[in-house]
């Protein structure tokens, strides 16, 4: 795991997400603002949407009337992309082929072909993506349900100033 | 993940129980000599090794003579097994109910049933140990080969004492 990250930070990206699903296509909601709606530590939470932002999963517009707005349709983002973003998918097996050190080391010539371990390893990680990247964002409801959610947006969000 | 884990840990936690396989019933090897044979920090290796004995997955005799060894045949161990006294699967997701928080909360009644995010990750995480469930730690090979570390661990291991 990413040095700084938490494993909650999984359970706030895909939250976070299935909130800015319900934005319009001229809406942007600050970092600020999601931390206050899920009443989360707000540098934390900025973090996560940062790893977001780097994933291409979110965009962010700086300024006083910035925000986040997902990047792509939310049926078109799946729940692997925003966990693959969290740095969660890399933590899982971390492959440092220590059957190369130490007194029986493998030679450099049986190290050619993959790790019998790693390979189970990356085996069951495959497994576990494809089960995320079976689900979309726009499968999930949104939890506390979706009402409430989108009146609570409709005073929160930035409108995007139309380009002149 | 726990604190004071790595995500090596996993790795390591394979790769011991792999060599540990390969000793006879009244065998048993110090983790001091584990971290020799891999080349790797003694402290931290320890700390997995208690875990793997918390666990049950080896035992532990303490004392000069003392050691570890498998708890059970290398057929009826699985690398899920390995795998979850490490930790990593509780740290796969993390669940801490924030649709219960903030201005736009779910009711408890509404937090009868579980969230649609939990839901989603637990299948992915079953998927994942499902994998890694089919596999033995017989069903691996000894990376670096079996013959080294057999050479090896007869020059290493400690003999168990008969009971008198």
Redesign the interface.
Known sequence: ?RSGR???G???A??AC?VLALLRPDEQLPAQRLA?????PPAYLAKVMQDLAVAGVVVSASGRHGGYRLAAAPGELT?GRV?RATG?AE??????E?????????TPE?CRTP????T??R???M??????DA?SLAD??V???RA??E??LTAHVHRVKERS
């Open positions: 795991m938490l494993p909650q999984v359970e706030w895909v939250h299935l206050e709606l899920f009443d989360l729940v966990v969660l933590a899982l097996f971390v492959c440092t220590i059957r190369g050190r130490g007194p029986c080391a493998a049986q790790c019998a371990v790693a189970v390893m085996r069951a990680e497994a576990y993506l494809e089960v995320l689900v999930l409801p939890p506390g349900g409430a959610a009146q609570w």
